[in-house]
């Protein structure tokens, strides 16, 4: 079965300064997506980024970017030049035909 | 807005009582996902559908149930509550098949307390 790990229930950085959020999950299948949501206070969930599993080239979105390692199934999420507006709850997910799975959530507190 | 509705927002109810939840999804998508958030916890999955079926089934309690209707829309039935189960309920849909790497979409939630 598909499952996600997140290892790190809390993390935080300094403001300005960067921080490396974890991810592992498991899955025989070759084909599937990856992505990072954010939950800040409002609980609204928010897509920050998304890695296709074929691409072996790391998503970047501005400020966010991961670091792909497919043989290893890792996906951990760069954050840089930390901002107050990241603190929030961050998951990681994985998705495949018909199937989603999130992980349990790392809290990031971004210190001023 | 995400497209996916979820009614209604918040919810108060006694224990021993039951609830359903409705998760309207984007248009055109099929799949709805059901997921359960503790206070300051991580999401858990309770159960999948695609299509009117049942696709998948997480750390869902026997007290729940959940069905997806012809046009769609999803219920998710709580009985019998317990104070534990005061939660957020996610419901989040997405396109499955071809298109599957769109990410899901998540409602606001609804937020239940038992009291």
């Known amino acids: 079965a598909q499952t996600v790990t997140q290892s790190q229930p809390e993390m935080s950085v300094q403001e300005a300064e960067t921080v490396t959020l974890s991810c592992t999950y498991d899955t025989s299948e070759s084909d599937y997506y990856l992505f990072w949501y954010k939950q800040p206070p409002s609980r609204q969930m928010i897509l920050v980024i998304r890695?296709?599993?074929?691409?072996?080239q790391n998503a970047t979105e501005n400020r966010f970017s991961v670091n792909f390692q497919k043989a290893a199934k890792s996906f951990s999420l760069k954050i840089s030049d930390s901002q107050l507006g990241d603190a929030a709850m961050y998951f990681c997910?994985?998705?495949?035909?018909?199937?989603?799975?999130f992980g349990a959530g790392t809290r990031l507190t971004v210190k001023p | 807005d995400s497209g996916v509705t979820q009614t209604p927002k918040h919810l108060i109810t006694a224990t021993g009582q039951r609830v359903t939840l409705r998760c309207s999804p984007r248009s055109g998508d099929l799949s709805v996902y059901w997921y359960q958030q503790s206070l300051d916890q991580g999401l858990q999955f309770l159960i999948q559908y695609y299509n009117g079926e049942e696709r998948a089934k997480g750390n869902i309690l026997e007290r729940f149930s959940a069905q997806q209707f012809p046009d769609l829309h999803s219920e998710l039935n709580l009985s019998s509550l317990e104070l534990g189960d005061s939660a957020l309920y996610f419901c989040?849909?997405?396109?499955?098949?071809?298109?599957?790497?769109?990410?899901?979409?998540f409602g606001q939630g609804t937020r239940l307390t038992v009291v």
């Open positions: 989040a849909s997405s396109v499955e098949g071809v298109e599957r790497n769109t990410e899901a979409f």
């Open positions: 890695q296709e599993a074929y691409k072996q």
């Open positions: 997910a994985y998705r495949s035909a018909f199937i989603g799975r």
